[in-house]
């Protein structure tokens, strides 16, 4: 049988039906088969005796079957791989349900088959072998589920014969057939005892047995079978297993340490809280362990987080338990950052707050037939805008709008949103402030996701739509915000998504020149970046096509641009005298307005202002004048720059515009290493990122293109030091506690850490460019651990691409950034080290984390680690005179070294050329080293892990003894498979949620 089962090569009712016909010639040598069957499911080779089989004493029989087992594999059927184990366990659960299913009639019913196999299956699903208690439990699981699909054909039958003989007795006497009455009932009885009698008491037996004791097991997979199989039973035959005697099972589980099984057990409740007509039996489950259920919607594991919140909204269709906070718990998940747990918990609030919680407003509308100007989509909208400002998160509407996007049509309604922007006629539904600028952003939102990931064909349908309706509302919508900055600035990203065909097709160039006048008049307004750009973006997609309209925009665009360039030039004089505060706030305006036009587009032909910047920076190194207008001047030369350069042509180009180019280049890092030294902070920020922008810009890497390599700037050391200093100095100095006010204490720290990552960002591309020396970022490396929560991941991917440029540098860096962490420890305690601080402590997982990021792969790494370690030991033993008997000063970093020596290969270790022999060969210097000394301990602990153990006591080298404290090595062997978990209990109160 187990030949079948695991090919698969024959029907497995084939299979079944030649044990049922070897049962009734030979019960007994059928069943021993059966037993002998799954035993080798569980990859044992023993073999099963009728003797064995008849032995009361079944521990010790299995016991002796245990030791046919490879134990060495530690593999068995369930959990090899393979092709040949694929189906493996598909093929046994159908076997077993085929064989129940065969013997419905008879055989089960017989106290002989049915006994035998459950006493037998209990005794494999105790064992302390894994294999037995995972394929046995399995197998047991899977024989209570074959019985309940036995018991609820044989309840049908039942209830078919007691409906048959009521309609006989409802006979009068002269019409009632007896023999069919004495039938009927003689069936009657039978199927009783059957179910009441065998069935029940078979299924008693196996959850009594196997599941009480399994649930509990120490394998999470086996704990897993146990509540899932107990959720189907629960589900499929309620009036037996739908009692809080089994629940509370599925109810201590819900606090399981493995995801899994947690997992199994919201599955498991989801599927009988879809079924309304449960809703009484679940009352006292409920009421125990909502607030577990609940809690669960922030488990760490996603899949298990999704699924109680699924969990949740099955609650709501019957169940009215849950209560405002709880709701609240799975709101909040509408704006989480997995898009899973997201969608799910959108799905729970457009069921709740949107249709429940609404259902009752909404017929009342439906009453008012007068309030035509009211509809639906309105209400509901409403009530969206009123949960999104409710939870203070308006800076994320495109979480919610993500999460809601496949529930609420509404999203997708262009017209019920703009008729609450526009109209003056909706009574007690018309928005405030406050609304209207949650609405246009949710607006905006659900633009870019109707239009993102789908099919050409519907994008080109959705755009067309989209583009029909905004054609006409958006310039109204202009008009009516183009003051509010809040507002505008999304309003006038929404034509970037036009299809601009539209404008052509249905000849409505009326409103694109509208459209133009309006973004005309709020670059005039308005000095706001995210504003400005957005409008040099939209006025770029209008004019980078090939449509009829694309000169209308241009001479719209051109105009602008001469206004901006004119006003520019009008307010340089009056703007760069400090005492004129309002000239200077017009020219920094102005400049303002250029620098976002210039991000989307070349008008170096429209401004010829590149002299003029070029003065106002110079001008800024000699004299004191606005900060705002330097930083600006900085950034807008650099992208003045950037467009030189991509102006040119690549094949051709001319050789004095090459000139000229580098000239400027070289002039503004120049201009900008002096505003670094000197400048103030807001100015000197901008010169950094701007240095470093035009590094990589003009790196050597232009030299791919034999015509640009004159281009090439390369620092020299002194920016290369003032460029790393001013990391440091920025981004990791100590913070002033006073910085910041208490009530924009959160907000502001956020804002001068997202700046802080800028900066640190930019130097982290000049060392992945290979511009700037890599030793240089040694300080850099050693903030890796202690600025780890704000900086950690720059810092990592810093290091990643510093060891894809070389290895060897990149660890010799990371050495150097010890060593120099190591000397301002020492130095901090007058010349030694508290082998014992916790600062010496961060000095050495510091080392530890440098040695994992070498790499898996140790022959990659194989020459840098060994660099590491050959310098760090020059360096533990340098000294500045000639050996006297104490040890050098930098003694105790063999300690730090020690913590990387997991990464070294053995023959690097101890082999003829390894790091041992040169460690001697270093140390034939220094002399004997006394035995005992303290002092020398991190020298002995450092050799003692070249070594791999301190069982060589003496080994010399010349006229020096190097001593090393015996230590006897124990062979340690695994401890057994402890099978049931100590003292657990089984309502746990392990806490999982992050």
Sequence with gaps: MYGYVLSGRAALQVVVDEWIDEYKKDREKAVVDLIQFFVQCCGCKGKLSQIMFANQDKVKSIRKLTESFDEESGEYPLIQGGPLFKKFKSNLLEFIERLIRGCKHNIIYDEYMMDNVISWLLALSDSQVRAFRHTCTLIGMTLVTSLIDIAKMVQMDLENTERQLE??????????????????????????????????????????GLFVHRYRDCRAEIRSICIQELGHWMKHLPSHF???????????????????????????????????????????????????IVEMVHDKEENVAVQAVKLISFMLNSFDVLENAD???????????????????????HKKLLTEDLEEVLKEHRAQRHTRKIREPHII???????????????????????????????????????????????????????????????TCAIKRELNTKERRQLDADRNSLTKHFIAELPELLGKFSTDEQKIVSLVEIPQYFHLEVYVEHRLNKFLELLLKYLHDIVGKHSDADVLRNCAFTYRYFIDNELSIQTTAAVAFRQLIDELVSSFHSLITDGLESENEQGEFKLLVAMKRLYAFYQAHDITDLADIEKDVSAIITKANQQQINDDITATAVMLMQVILSWALYRTNPSEPSKSELKKLRKSVVQLIQQCDELIQFGVASVQKEAFITVCDMLIIFAPQLKQN???????????????????????????????????????????????????????????????????????????????????????????????????????????????????????????????????????TKIKDLAHRFALMAGVDNYKSRQAVV??????????????????????????????????????MDIDKKGPK????????????????PEDEIEWGPLRTYR???????????????????????????????????????????SGSGNYVQ
């Design 167 to 208: 309609t006989e007795l409802k006979k009068g006497q002269a019409k009632r057939a007896f023999a069919k009455v004495e039938r009927l009932q003689s069936k009657q009885k039978e199927l009783r005892s059957h179910l009441d009698g065998f069935l029940t008491d078979f299924m008693s037996q196996i959850f009594s």
């Design 242 to 292: 739908l009692k809080d005697q089994y629940l509370k099972y599925v109810g201590w589980t819900l606090h399981d340490r493995h995801a899994e099984v947690r997992l199994k057990s919201v599955l498991a409740l989801q599927g009988l809280y879809m079924i309304e007509d449960f809703a009484q039996q679940l009352e006292l489950f409920t009421a125990r362990f909502k607030n577990r």
């Design 327 to 349: 709701c609240e718990v799975v709101y909040q998940l509408v704006f989480a950052n997995n898009r899973n747990i997201s969608h799910a918990a959108g799905e729970f609030l």
């Design 381 to 443: 909208l409403k009530e969206l805008l009123r949960f999104f400002l409710e939870n203070e998160v308006s800076e994320h509407g495109a979480y919610m709008v993500d999460s809601l996007w496949e529930t609420v049509e509404v999203l997708r309604d262009w017209k019920s949103m703009t008729e609450l922007l526009l109209s003056e006629e909706l009574g007690e539904l018309a928005l405030n402030d406050e609304e209207e600028g949650a609405l246009i952003e949710i607006m």
């Design 706 to 840: 034999a015509n640009y390599s004159s281009l090439i700037v390369v620092p020299d050391k002194s920016v290369q030091i003032r460029l790393r200093d001013y990391v440091m100095t920025t981004v990791f100095a100590e913070e002033d506690p006073q910085q910041f006010q208490e009530d924009e204490e959160d907000e502001a720290k956020t804002e001068v850490l997202i700046e802080k990552r800028r900066v640190l960002a930019s130097f982290g591309k000049l060392i992945a460019f290979n511009i700037i020396e890599m030793r240089l970022a040694a300080p850099i490396f050693a903030q890796y651990v202690k600025s780890y929560q704000d900086y950690g991941d720059i810092v990592k991917q810093m290091m990643s691409k510093a060891r894809e440029l070389n290895r060897t540098k990149c660890m010799r860096t990371q050495l150097l950034s010890l060593e120099q962490l190591f000397e301002e420890l020492r130095d901090q305690n007058e010349g030694r080290i508290d082998r014992s601080s916790e600062e010496w």
């Design 867 to 904: 660099t590491f370690h050959r310098e760090g030991i020059i360096y533990c033993l340098l000294r500045n005179g000639p050996p006297d008997g104490s040890p050098p000063s930098n003694i105790v970093f063999f300690d730090i070294l020690a913590e990387t020596t997991f990464k070294l």
């Design 914 to 929: 390894g790091l041992l022999a040169f460690l001697e060969e270093q140390l034939m210097k220094e002399g004997e080293i």
């Design 944 to 986: 003692t892990a070249l070594v791999g153990s301190m069982s060589e006591p003496y080994m010399y080298y010349g006229k020096r003894k190097m001593v090393g404290s015996p230590m006897r090595v124990v062979e340690v062997k695994r401890p057994r498979d402890d099978y049931v978990i100590d003292n657990w209990q089984a």
